[in-house]
T-cell receptor, first 113, second 114 residues
Framework: AQSVAQPEDQVNVAEGNPLTVKCTYS??????LFWYVQYPNRGLQFLLK??????LVKGSYGFEAEFNKSQTSFHLKKPSALVSDSALYFC???????????FGAGTRLAVHP | SAVISQKPSRDICQRGTSLTIQCQVD?????MFWYRQQPGQSLTLIAT?????????ESGFVIDKFPISRPNLTFSTLTVSNMSPEDSSIYLC???????????FGPGTRLTVL
């Protein structure tokens, strides 16, 4: 069965510092990995994905994520955090061609001025 | 990407009543999905809706409680039936689009049941 773990309920970062939001996954086949962001009272917005190819993928708003097959991880990163990045971040995985998307529990990112 | 709208954006309902949520997409899609996000929780897939066939429900969700319609390739509805306070959640529809079947989400419907 496929699963996603986001081990941190909340991440606190000072503005201008680098940020990392962690995600690990478990699938039986090839993982399709995604990051979404949810701002208050808004739906989910797609940030980036890994399907195949380069392990470092770049997405919206300056975010990037690194696929690490040996560690089964897909951590979200940004070199310099903004206060406006404060939101709820969800990692999601799909097992290859199967359409069901499984979401992690979410990590609340708080960027302080 | 995809432009997805949902109606209503929010509602407050009485116990025992039903609410139908509409989801409209800007272009034709094969598969539409309905998710529930309970307060402080992650997203849980309720069902997958293909046009012209019965929706496929996930474990823990049944058609009598969450009937779904999919009359065409741009529209779907989810009804939350005989509501109780435990049904208070955000309900989101999503569609797949693109070569890698990315999922895009609507803005959600925030439901409060009193």
């Amino acid at each position: 069965a496929q699963s996603v773990a986001q081990p941190e309920d909340q991440v606190n970062v000072a503005e201008g510092n680098p940020l990392t939001v962690k995600c690990t996954y478990s699938v039986s086949g090839n993982p399709y990995l995604f990051w979404y962001v949810q701002y208050p009272n808004r739906g989910l917005q797609f940030l980036l994905k890994y399907i195949t190819g380069d392990n470092l993928v770049k997405g919206s708003y300056g975010f990037e994520a690194e696929f690490n097959k040996s560690q089964t991880s897909f951590h979200l990163k940004k070199p310099s955090a903004l206060v406006s990045d404060s939101a709820l971040y969800f990692c999601a995985v799909r097992d290859g061609g199967y359409n069901k998307l499984i979401f992690g529990a979410g990590t609340r990112l708080a960027v302080h001025p | 990407s995809a432009v997805i709208s949902q109606k209503p954006s929010r509602d407050i309902c009485q116990r025992g009543t039903s609410l139908t949520i509409q989801c409209q997409v800007d272009s034709q899609v094969t598969m539409m999905f309905w998710y529930r996000q309970q307060p402080g929780q992650s997203l849980t897939l309720i069902a997958t809706a293909n046009q012209g066939s019965e929706a496929t429900y996930e474990s823990g969700f049944v058609i009598d409680k969450f009937p779904i319609s999919r009359p065409n390739l741009t529209f779907s509805t989810l009804t939350v039936s005989n509501m109780s306070p435990e049904d208070s959640s955000i309900y989101l529809c999503s569609v797949e689009r693109g070569f890698d079947n990315e999922q895009f989400f609507g803005p959600g419907t925030r439901l409060t049941v009193l």
